[in-house]
């Protein structure tokens, strides 16, 4: 027999056996070991490494009445905000000992939520962290007999769980004051789909902006996320000559402006300025590179995982109802001050 298979046949028996201790006392060891003197932990642990025994996760979350395991519900995580805040999710489960289960959503609607909610409340998760920012799914959450506790990542709807965001309408604002400050009388906006919460929140953040200064806003242009919505936006405000610019609701839409720009021979900052949002990994290496507002999705996992965690051991009696992380102005070359000698200066 090789050492690989026996170490698969180890046993909390043959653990007690060479540790000299009874196997209730590896049982404590493993799941109460407060309960234990530090120097039978350690005897025990040796035992544990020399047979390398590997404790039965599932016992564990029987005796300890929970799985260690946190749900995740997402959906298209093609997209680079979604992608990230599941990531940082996964690294901040990770970091406290949490397993993490996904379920996917392929509709934004009630029905796709509640079945990825029951589907992980089946398999006994502690808890859940939710991304799933559609205005669609209003009241989704308060129709379903929960059994577990519920965080809501990026963003959500008021009332129906905890919600750990960032500040989409700042980093709109930052984006729109930065453009004002550099000349330009006012800022057009490509915004994203008009389902999604965050890009509500980006066009009113936008549009306050442009309040604030008593600027003009013009009328947005809806995109889809996709650089070919971009694209199309860029070619209609390229046939508007008073458009010296523009605020685009996420990097990949705003590659597309740049596409349209280019092919329309109009230079960038030279004739129009962009910002975009996200600070996706490839917005420092486009033609000019991108400046950009930045979304912390580390941090935004690390809160999410953090208030989910006290929610679970009971201690969220004073979480708060929602947690904005403040979003950063990354400023590059796409973005200059507004020409003197251009007709709308």
Known sequence: MTEQSAAKLATLA?????????AMTVSRVVNEPAKVSPATQERVQQAMDQLRYRPNVMAQSLVRG???TIGVVTFDTAQYGPAAALLG???????????????AIERADHASLRDAVH??????????????????????????????????????????????????GKGASLATRHLLDLGHRTVHHVAGPSDWIESRLRTDGWRAALEAAAAAAP?????DWSPLSGY???LLLANDPQTTAVFVAND??????LSAFHERGIRVPEDVSIVGFDDTPESA?????????????????EVAVELLDRLVADEGSTAPVKHLIEPQLVIRASTGRMRQDHPHS
């Open 66 to 68: 929970r799985s260690r």
């Open 252 to 257: 990949q839409m705003a590659l597309g402006v």
């Open 232 to 234: 199309n936006a860029g």
């Open 14 to 22: 043959d653990v007690a056996r060479l540790a000299g201790v009874s």
């Open 89 to 103: 999710i996964e690294r901040a489960a990770r970091e406290r000992g949490y397993g993490v289960a996904i379920a």
């Open 219 to 223: 009328p947005p242009i809806e995109g």
């Open 285 to 301: 290496f486009y033609t000019p590179a991108l400046t950009t507002v930045r979304q912390d999705f580390i941090l935004l996992g």
């Open 119 to 168: 589907s992980l409340d089946d398999r006994l998760v502690d808890g859940l962290v939710i991304i799933a920012p559609f205005v669609s799914t209003a009241g989704a959450l308060r129709s379903l007999d929960r059994r577990t506790p519920v965080v809501l990542a990026g963003a959500g709807h008021a009332g129906e769980a905890p919600i750990v965001g960032i500040d989409q």
